[in-house]
Nanobody, 125 residues
């Protein structure tokens, strides 16, 4: 069974930076669509960023555009989320998600059927 393992979360002051990583245990990865979602306790999980197998195709939520960057290293089966200029409202559990079919509907949570366990990001004011 394919697993996604996130790392890199933590506590950071507002204005600071963090980089999240997500490693896949699958034998294939190159054609997968990958995404980051986040969830605050008591709220629905929301889309943050996504990337298709073609690394030039990326999408971002308006709330993070210009501050976050998603990227991938297919050789390492890893997707990254570089988060800069962090704000207290970015505080959440961040989840990595994968769609082995390579969906083009990158913002749709229903498209992803493999999920990581989540990593906590806390931004203090």
């Amino acid at each position: 069974q394919v697993q996604l393992v996130e790392s890199g979360g933590g506590l950071v002051e507002a204005g600071g930076s963090l980089t999240l990583s997500c490693v896949s245990s699958g034998r294939t990865f190159n054609s997968w669509s990958m995404a980051w979602f986040r969830q605050v306790s008591g709220k629905e999980r929301e889309f943050v960023a996504a990337i298709r197998w073609s690394r030039s195709t990326t999408y971002y939520a308006d709330s993070v555009k210009g501050r976050f960057t998603i990227s991938r290293d297919n050789a390492k089966k890893t997707v990254y989320l570089q988060m800069n200029s962090l704000k207290p409202e970015d505080t959440a559990v961040y989840f990595c998600a994968a769609d082995p079919r390579g969906t083009v509907l990158l913002r749709e949570i229903e498209e992803y059927n493999i999920w990581g366990q989540g990593t906590q990001v806390t931004v203090s004011s």
